[in-house]
Nanobody, 120 residues
Framework: QVQLVESGGGLVQAGGSLRLSCAASGRTFSSYVITWFRQAPGKEREFVAAIRWSGGSTYYADSVKGRFTISRDNAKNTVYLQMNSLKPDDTAVYYC?????????????WGQGTQVTVSS
C-alpha cells in the first residue's frame, strides 16, 4: 500500500520561505514520478512541480519557476519542495502525488495535503 505523507506547511509572510516534505512508503519508487499540486479556495487544482525519481529530472509550473525547487532524498524516500520568495497567491493546500509513466500522467496515489498560507 503506497502512502504519501506531506508536512512542512504553515503561515509565513510574503517573501518568506517554507520547505514541504512528502514522505513516501509502501514500495520502491524508482520508476515513479512525484508531483506537487496545489489548490486554493474556489480554484481548480494546479500543477506546481514534478520530479522523476530515477534520474531526478525536474519540471515546474511557470508561476513558480525560479522560486521553488523540487528535490528527493533516496535514503529517506522523501521528496521536498523548497519554496522561496513566497507570495500571497501561493496560499493553497499543497498535495504530493505519485504515479508511474509520463510526467503529465494522472497521479494514482495522493497525500492528505498540507496548508500553506502566505500573508501580505
Amino acid at each position: 500500500q503506497v502512502q504519501l505523507v506531506e508536512s512542512g506547511g504553515g503561515l509565513v509572510q510574503a517573501g518568506g520561505s517554507l520547505r514541504l516534505s512528502c514522505a513516501a512508503s509502501g514500495r520502491t519508487f524508482s520508476s515513479y514520478v512525484i508531483t506537487w499540486f496545489r489548490q486554493a479556495p474556489g480554484k481548480e487544482r494546479e500543477f506546481v512541480a514534478a520530479i522523476r525519481w530515477s534520474g531526478g529530472s525536474t519540471y515546474y509550473a511557470d508561476s513558480v519557476k525560479g522560486r521553488f525547487t523540487i528535490s528527493r532524498d533516496n535514503a529517506k524516500n522523501t521528496v521536498y519542495l523548497q519554496m522561496n520568495s513566497l507570495k500571497p497567491d501561493d496560499t493553497a493546500v499543497y498535495y504530493c502525488a505519485a504515479h508511474v509513466g509520463p510526467v503529465a500522467g494522472n497521479p494514482r496515489y495522493w497525500g492528505q495535503g498540507t496548508q500553506v498560507t502566505v500573508s501580505s
